[in-house]
């Protein structure tokens, strides 16, 4: 199965290649559904293309909003521009934009995202008879229901499907919470998660408002979990499905590091279960759930709004090590006498770096790296490679 990562800049695509992703899915400057992502202008998607490829590795497109008649303007020269890039596949949720590329653009693979919301066969197969290469079924889909769908389709259609990251509460993402509330469109990819905010209910008649609570947290009625499927992944496999999707092109680079790290590695086996899924503890999420996958957990999605995390992002390591000492970007504040662990791709994955030394971007012998981004130098038995990661547990 294809592990499928979110990139919201060029800086996270490459974060996501070198901790095992076999594609990449972002959103140039149009029609995608990530406004705030920092996404790609024209020449790094070229770019970000033939870096993909030259690793052997894909990159898809997405073009997932709900189109407005004011869309389809310049929409030939940025389709044309993908072509010239030989993106791998374009991710598509309006029909009308579905058969415009089809009958215009026909060399353009064809993915059909979740926000066209397929939930059975015939719909599957209507995509199908128009090209499309692959579906990215809804969410609210059974493990026997997504089953049904690749049977129908058939060798016709790939299916792909999200196994990791934060769900909406609205059908498949289909909201209108943000818009009504604050004007931003999340069907235009402007959504500020109206869902994860405190409500309060008001009787008719009454001016005072009383605090919807269930215990001494409050009750948040449209928050969601964080789906997680990484002990199920043989399972899907066996449902038909492709390709494994991690939700994410907002999050930050140590998550998406920490995500595809734990997948790739259970894809690949030979690490335990339990410190794979440990691993997912160690980034921002919020309690996590199977979703609709398995029908008996269909009632557990209620979260209260507090996502939670077991370790803090240090630095990344910008240059491979070298004679005992590796260069790092500093994120958070650290010193000597610190215990570093580190994230990596390779065998040095969770082993840890006492630090010793601290070398600022001066050259002067430091004690306490307090500036955040600064270059800095410390002392690294291991071979870490640019693009590694150290972290402290709390």
Request: aromatic share 8%; with cysteine.
């Amino acid at each position: 199965m294809e592990l499928l990562a979110p990139a919201g800049n060029f800086d996270k695509l490459k974060t996501a290649v070198h901790f095992g992703a076999d594609a990449v899915y972002f959103a140039g400057k149009k029609l995608g559904l990530r406004a705030f992502a920092g996404n790609f202008d024209e020449q790094e998607i070229v770019e970000a293309m033939k870096y993909l490829h030259q690793r052997g590795k894909k990159g898809y497109i997405t073009l997932n909003v709900v189109a407005n008649d004011s869309d389809f303007d310049g929409i030939d020269e940025y389709l044309q521009l993908l072509v010239d890039a030989q993106v791998d596949g374009i991710i598509v949720s309006d029909i009308g934009l579905i058969s415009y590329i089809r009958s215009n653009f026909p060399g353009l693979d064809v993915h059909v995202s979740t926000q066209a919301n397929i939930n059975n066969s015939r719909t599957a197969k209507v995509y199908a008879d128009m090209g499309c290469t692959r579906l990215v079924l809804a969410r609210e889909l059974s493990l026997q229901q997504i089953n049904d769908i690749y049977k129908a389709v058939g060798d016709r259609c790939e299916i792909e499907t999200f196994v990791h990251g934060a769900m909406c509460i609205s059908y498949s993402g289909r909201c209108l919470l943000s818009n009504y509330l604050t004007g931003r469109d999340s069907n235009r990819g402007a959504c500020v998660q109206a869902c994860r905010w405190k409500y309060f209910i008001r009787e008719e008649s009454r001016d005072d408002e009383m605090e919807i609570q269930q215990d001494e947290r409050g009750t948040y009625i449209l928050n969601s979990k964080d789906l997680c499927l990484i002990g199920h992944l043989s399972q899907l496999e066996k449902a038909g499905i492709t390709s494994l999707k991690i939700e994410g092109r907002m999050k930050s680079d140590y998550y998406v590091a920490s995500v595809v790290n734990a997948y790739r590695r259970a894809l690949d086996g030979g690490t335990d279960m339990a410190q794979l899924q440990d691993e997912l503890e160690k980034t921002s999420h919020r309690r996590y759930t199977t979703g609709f996958y398995f029908g008996e957990k269909d009632k557990e999605f209620l979260d209260d709004s507090m996502p939670v995390q077991t370790a803090v992002f240090i630095a990344k390591v910008v240059e491979d090590a070298k004679d005992g000492m590796v260069k790092v970007e500093m994120r958070n504040r650290f010193k000597v006498g610190d215990s570093l662990e580190i994230l990596s791709a390779d065998d040095n994955f969770r082993k840890t770096i006492k630090i010793e030394r601290i070398i600022n971007s001066k050259g002067e012998e430091i004690d306490d790296a307090k500036r955040v981004q600064e270059i800095l130098t410390i002392n690294c038995p291991y071979n870490l490679k640019s693009g590694d990661i150290l972290r402290v547990n709390k």
